[in-house]
């Protein structure tokens, strides 16, 4: 088998892996219509913590970490925790395509911007062309120029919130495997620290009552947190070793296809040309950032 051919598979996982994301956001919105945030949110990680054990033990999975690392883990989360409930939130709200197609779009542009404010770290004449194309497209998914600040109606605030507790949730994981933590190893801790957390806040809604809950919310849960959690987490992690660091965010464009198509499928939710558009252009920004060229210029970023 040749070194192209040993690729494809991994390529053809990754998008795999993708379309399942951007199919868990339409079902978070059936799961959480059937539910509630906090009951959502507690199971989608309980189910993804559990079902990653036998995956951690298959891969041989280092736990190596020192304590900074650990502390890394348990922020982010966290921090995810955090997210989980307002994904849930969101989707009781707004629509699935939409939700999906913002915070994926979004969370890249905020995350570069964030790591050049922190890292004050000097930056290329393209980068900054990426992140001009970039936020160009975020105020088009936002809607700002048809709609001014309608965005921070509850339909968008809480995906926007998504985004940039996803942008800090991504700098953390950077630190995280500057110290060496096997990413396996940092899913299954932060996957633990998340359920541990939203099971707390979904206590008071009885979730361990399983028959309080219909089958519509059982499905759903289950496969976003086996198939969307656990599967495409460990499909995810495997295809980017291979493939490589500097063309993995071009993957996760892939993300808004699966949620806009099976949103359009399953709601009715009209494709909105502003959602189109605006991912495109978010779309060129990350190529344009994640070029080879600069690579080594990013890489000081992080």
Known sequence: MTQSENKTKYFIGMIVA??????????????????????????????????VI???FYMKTSFKADKLGVFYMVLAGALIAFFNYLFFAGLS?????????????ISPILT???????????????QILALSVGIFGAIILLKIPFEGLG????DSSYFLECAVVWSIVTIIAQKAAQRGVDPMFYTLV?????GLINMFFALPFHPFVLNNFDSIFWWNILFIGIFAGTF???LFFISASKIGAHQTGVFMFIVPVGAIISSWIIYGEEIMLSTIVGCALSFVAV????????LRKKAQII
């Open 18 to 51: 993708m379309l399942i994301w951007g199919m868990a956001w339409t079902s978070g919105k059936a799961a959480a219509e059937h539910s509630n945030a906090e009951v959502a949110a507690f199971w989608r990680y309980a189910i993804s913590f559990i079902t």
């Open 54 to 56: 036998p995956i951690i």
């Open 93 to 105: 709200h707004g629509q699935a395509g939409y939700g999906g197609t913002l915070v994926t779009a």
């Open 112 to 126: 570069y911007l964030m790591s050049l404010t922190i890292f004050k770290t000097q930056i290329t004449t393209k």
């Open 151 to 154: 965005f921070l109606n509850v």
């Open 190 to 194: 932060v996957f633990g620290v998340t």
């Open 232 to 234: 495409s987490t460990a």
């Open 287 to 294: 190529l344009l950032f994640n070029s080879r060229r600069g």
